[in-house]
């Protein structure tokens, strides 16, 4: 699948062009409705980890900690428990429904229930990209892994489950949230990960790349070893949502390869609607819930492996 952004920034209209060899390739136009806000629900920017606010010291404390626990053994162990996925067997709307219980910590922007998040973005996005579904069910599924902070998937602490990501087993980037507090992981002077590369190599490909555990990851996992039938692109943006540090500070390109840079387009818009359509306006739940029924029924099996 090829995507030419003609525009990058504001993207907003998708065309299916039939290319050479067949396949359907995706232009990605500029143009249209979502209007990003001047400030969050709080009246502060978006993502301002250090503005005085009624979250800032949490986030700050859930940041401290998850910079001094994801290590690469961590995520290592973290991969191959959760790849067994033998915790539990549930559609992907019930999970969307256990989410009600989950407030992210980490979240300087939000402080409803996860579902109304799922749904806002959601929304956002099919509104301005009405004709592509995936997206539209990429964007309700993307912050499912949350579960994982509820007690029968394992009840992990929010350090473990949100936040931004970053690759473990080579240098960390400035770029990323409170990076100061990496300084006090074991793995930040190990002479094995301290490096540019660290056990990687240039060009490897963010699939051979280990990035700290959380939701995303996981929820990654379970849409693959249950088959969707989601394109790449979806299943890229779930995997890499939260690893800031690539989409937006441009850090750690020269471990992506081909593909992933087609994918990072979409990457790129998926974001815009993640972060800017976090507000109080609540969506009608059983209103779009059809909707969403029938994108799951055409994308995943009725009931998946957790
Ligand atoms: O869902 C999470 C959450 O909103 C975090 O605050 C943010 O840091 C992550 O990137 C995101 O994936
Ligand atoms: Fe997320
Ligand atoms: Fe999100």
């Given amino acids: 699948m090829t995507i030419v952004i003609e525009q990058p920034g504001s993207g907003i209209e998708v065309e299916r062009k039939k290319s050479e060899n067949d396949e ?21 920017n978006f993502r301002d980890y250090d503005v005085a606010s009624a979250r800032q010291e949490g986030v700050e ?15 290592k162990k973290m991969r191959e428990e959760y790849a067994k996925l033998n915790r539990a067997e549930m559609s992907i709307w019930e999970c969307c429904e256990l989410l009600n219980e989950v407030v992210d910590e980490s979240d300087p922007d939000l402080d409803e229930p996860q579902i109304e998040h799922l749904l806002q973005t959601a929304e956002a996005i099919r509104k301005d990209y009405p004709h592509e579904d995936w997206l539209h069910l990429t964007a309700l599924i993307h912050d499912l892994g949350k579960v994982l902070h509820l007690p029968a998937f394992g009840g992990l602490p929010q350090w473990a489950v949100v936040g931004d990501t970053f690759p473990v087993g080579c240098a960390f980037d400035p770029s990323i949230v409170h990076f100061k507090y990496l300084k006090e992981n074991p793995d930040f002077n190990n002479p094995e990960y301290d490096t540019k590369y660290g056990v990687y190599s240039e060009g490897c490909g963010l699939d051979n790349v280990m990035m700290s555990w959380g939701h995303d990851d996981y929820m990654y996992l379970v849409a693959k070893g249950n088959h969707t039938s989601l394109p790449s692109a979806g299943l890229f943006v779930i995997r890499y949502h939260s690893f800031y540090a690539l989409h937006r500070a441009g850090a750690y390109k020269y471990l992506m390869n081909k593909e992933d840079k087609e994918n990072l387009k979409w990457l790129q818009i998926f974001n815009k609607y993640d972060l800017y359509s976090k507000s109080k306006v609540r969506i009608d739940v059983e209103k779009v819930k059809p909707y969403y029924l029938s994108l799951i029924n055409k994308y995943f099996p009725s009931k998946l492996k957790w």
Avoid: W
Wanted: proline share 3%; charged share 15%.
């Fill in 24 to 44: 359907k390739e995706l232009v990605i136009k500029n143009g249209g409705g979502f209007a990003v806000p001047n400030s969050n629900t709080f009246g502060h």
């Fill in 61 to 75: 404390n859930f940041y401290r900690t998850n910079h001094i626990y994801q290590t690469y053994d961590f995520v």
